[in-house]
């Protein structure tokens, strides 16, 4: 879940809080952590679902905070080898549907941040991006 007043995400049925406040220090002690280097980004290796749609989650600290989650959506059958730019966009337009279904009609500009369904051409990713004041 995405709560539009703070900007939290919970997973782990709600047992870990992703927000502007987890340092990587307090990231490491929840079940999401896996034992890799904490630099400024960190890929979370299992899926997680979050309202019905299973997602990888990207975090990047600064300043010893969490400062972006960038979600992108896990779809049966894809990858590496089968992928192509039509398929990211429809991921994209997924993205966009499930954001206007819990979080309502864009844009998404909030006291604690924003919201954001993106692709990357040149990345060759389409992303849900939360970006935290």
Known sequence: M????TGSILLDNQKVVLNSRLSPENFMNTSLYQGEIIDTKYLIKDTKDINGKRFLITLFFISE??????????MNGISCSNWTEDIESEKKKSHD????????NGPYVYSWGTVESTFDKKGAVSSIILRYR
């Open 2 to 5: 995405i709560d539009k007043i």
């Open 65 to 74: 905070r969490l400062k972006e989650v960038h979600l992108s959506e896990v």
């Open 97 to 104: 549907k499930w954001l206007l279904k819990i979080l309502g």
